[in-house]
């Protein structure tokens, strides 16, 4: 317990909430089509099981336990039963391939790995002990696939528990004095970020970096036991963390897992959590479904969709906000509930949702308030792995697009002359793993951290707002601002479009590369009567290329409105013949650009769009599921915009539909 009566370490809060909430559910995990469920108390006796194995394996304090695999409760149990064993929970991304995963374990020096299944066992026995190190034992929770596997240095989770409970007699005070010996200043976890500007670095967080993150935005929220989540992002990523682990052990609230990703809006639905995070892409993807499935319906559907959608827009944040509302319009929208927006929401999942977040990225205006226009209250905030993610929130009642709201309780924030924003905070980050050069860099001596993010706060609301990245911002060749994200973003919220990346830093004009979003153009094409027999085919096709042209010049309309940022507008560009991808070191595991890759990549594409040329011939190579590499090759079409004078566009115009 620590000085101040707050529990000092996460597994003290999991002890904490056996005694307080004991019966209630804690967990739930969907297997072959049926929830199993535990409680606070049945998940303590089985976090506890699971740290006597690992401790009946040789598991020392210190030594760092990779776990890859996807959203399961013993995965997060796993993560608690190491910390009582002073060990230290290195989670990792699943869909990482061979070479990603030997970086992050020959860096931390993992001696022990827990892997989900046979996938992420093979790819663990490819990439072999760390240099320099010893990999004492693989652990796996699923056994299917692993009877015929040398079982020397490895075994099944459910035997490494029975291990634990046959001796229990033997370990159990060891156990408890290495609990006893947790503090707030003991490590909590050490998570690696995404690498969008070279080698991912392991970020080392405190148990008190956690609970007090945990504690200040639960109360934030009014966060409380009786909540529900969708356990559903990668473990490897801060924010499942804070959620899964750190909200959720502070409040006591239920954690539910999907069966698995194909099964996720599925069990959404079934699930109906109360507190919701997803980043934009995901509610990009669940707007685009929903403008698919009404270009689909009967013209009476479409028109009755529109009509209430209008009004939604038009009164559905006051409502939601608490803001005054004429009689006829809140009678108007009631009417709406009961027939477009509650089905909508509950198609969603949505229904029961009390608090919802979303962040990584900047979310489309539209998109934004067409969620919001449903009643639904979606928020944003802004945060990083070295700070706990929480940063900045939007309380109740001062919800906007284009802020990421006000600093999190507990965190000072304040703007550098460059315009760079730097915070200090109690989940400010202890340090890069082994990387003391980058640690001073970040973080100077008095706490405050370089967030690498250009942006300023609102003197009149406290308000922030991000810009891009400030090592991204730069200038045209004519002294004018160039923001590639701020347009990016514009791009990506036409559902055709998928992904955007903007070049033009030092050039006269800019360019950009389009990756489409096959469903949304796919289904498009279907209703146009378009015939294709591939992404490449469909991408290049020039009625896909007069329709995204359209796209690019009401973004360029929107752009030349700001005269700060009308130089950025797009003056040609071009469709990828492939989806940029995290396989092939184009995007993070966390759908980041990472630019520096992609321009090497295809600098001769680049060059094309700078050169004046119609068309260019190109080969890609590409990182098959399995491993193998391969080679794309296309001849890619270039496009030139219409741009438009700078003070002469409109801000207005773009739609989500």
């Not at 039963?81 to 391939?97: E, I, K, N, R, T």
């Not at 790819?123 to 015929?148: F, N, Q, S």
């Not at 942006?455 to 004018?480: C, N, W, Y």
């Not at 514009?490 to 360019?511: D, H, M, Q, S, W």
Request: hydrophobic share 40%; charged share 25%; proline share 5%.
């Amino acid at each position: 317990m620590a000085a101040s009566g707050v529990p000092g370490s996460i597994p003290a809060l999991l002890a904490r909430n056996a005694e307080r909430y004991g019966a209630r559910p804690a967990y739930r995990e969907k297997e072959f089509g049926i929830w199993q469920q535990w409680t606070w108390a049945e998940a303590a006796a089985e976090v506890r099981a699971m740290a006597l194995g690992f401790l009946a394996l040789g598991l020392a304090p210190g030594d760092h336990i990779a776990i890859i695999g996807r959203n399961r409760p013993q995965h997060y149990w796993a993560m608690i039963a190491a910390q009582m064993c002073g060990a230290v929970p290195v989670p990792l991304y699943q869909d990482a391939v061979a070479e990603e995963m030997a970086y992050v374990l020959g860096h931390c020096g993992a001696r022990f790995v827990l892997c989900g299944d046979q996938e992420q066992v093979d790819k663990v026995i490819e990439v072999g002990a760390p240099a320099g190190g010893e990999l004492a034992h693989v652990i796996y929770t699923d056994k299917r696939g692993m009877r015929k596997y040398d079982h020397a240095r490895m075994n099944a989770l459910e035997d490494v528990m029975a291990e634990g409970r046959a001796a229990h007699h033997r370990l159990e005070g060891e156990l408890d004095r290495r609990i006893a010996a947790l503090g707030p200043d003991t490590t909590c976890v050490m998570l690696y970020t995404s690498g969008t500007t070279g080698r991912p670095k392991g970020v080392v967080l405190s148990m008190r970096n956690i609970i007090e993150t945990a504690r200040n935005t639960s109360e934030f929220d009014h966060l409380q036991a009786g909540d529900e989540i969708l356990a559903y992002l990668p473990i490897a990523w801060v924010g499942d963390f804070i959620f899964s682990v750190g909200q959720a052990m502070w409040t006591g609230f239920c954690i539910s897992c999907p069966e698995s990703p194909e099964t996720m809006m599925t069990d959404l639905r079934e699930i109906g959590p109360s507190y919701f995070f997803a980043p934009p892409r995901v509610f990009e993807g669940q707007l685009t479904q929903v403008m698919i499935r009404m270009e689909d319906a009967s013209a009476l559907k479409r028109r009755m969709f529109r009509h209430f959608m209008d009004l939604a827009r038009r009164v559905g944040p006051a409502i939601l906000d608490g803001a005054p509302v004429g009689t006829r319009d809140r009678l108007h929208y009631a009417l709406g509930n009961l027939l477009v927006y509650g089905p909508l929401k509950n198609t969603l999942g949505y229904s029961r949702i009390r608090v919802g977040y979303t962040a990584g990225e900047a979310i489309g205006p539209e998109i934004f308030d067409f969620y919001r226009a449903l009643g639904i209250n979606l928020k944003q905030l802004y945060g990083q792995t070295e700070a706990s993610v929480f940063i900045t929130q939007q309380p109740d009642g001062q919800v906007r697009s284009d802020t990421v709201g006000v600093a999190s309780p507990g965190v000072e924030l304040r703007i550098a002359e460059t315009g760079e924003v730097f915070y200090r905070s109690p989940g400010t980050f202890v340090e890069y793993y082994n990387n003391p050069d980058s640690t001073a860099s970040t973080k100077d001596p008095e706490g405050w951290v370089a967030t690498g993010d250009a942006g300023f706060i609102e003197p009149e609301t406290g308000h922030l707002r991000i810009i891009d990245r400030a090592k991204d911002v730069g200038k045209m060749a004519d002294g004018s601002l160039f923001a590639p994200k701020y347009v990016e973003n514009k791009l990506k919220f036409y559902p055709n479009i998928l992904e955007a990346v903007v070049f033009g830093g030092g050039r006269g004009f800019c360019t950009a590369f389009l990756n489409i979003d096959l469903t949304a153009v796919g289904n498009w094409a279907e209703r146009h009567g378009i015939a294709y027999a591939s992404y490449q085919e469909l991408a290049g096709h020039p009625r896909v290329y007069e329709m995204l042209r359209g796209h690019v010049e009401e973004v360029n309309a929107s752009v030349a409105a700001d005269p700060m940022l009308s130089g950025c507008q797009i003056h040609r560009f071009l469709v990828l013949h492939k989806e940029l991808d995290a396989d092939d070191g184009e995007l993070t595991r966390t759908r980041k650009v990472r630019r520096g890759v992609i321009a090497e990549k295809y600098a001769d594409l680049i060059a094309a769009l700078y050169d004046g040329s119609d068309s260019v011939a190109t080969a890609t190579e590409v990182t098959y599921e399995d491993g193998r590499k391969g080679v794309i090759r296309a001849t890619l079409r270039l496009e030139g915009a219409r741009t438009v004078p700078a003070g002469t566009g409109t801000a207005t115009g773009m739609a989500a539909e």
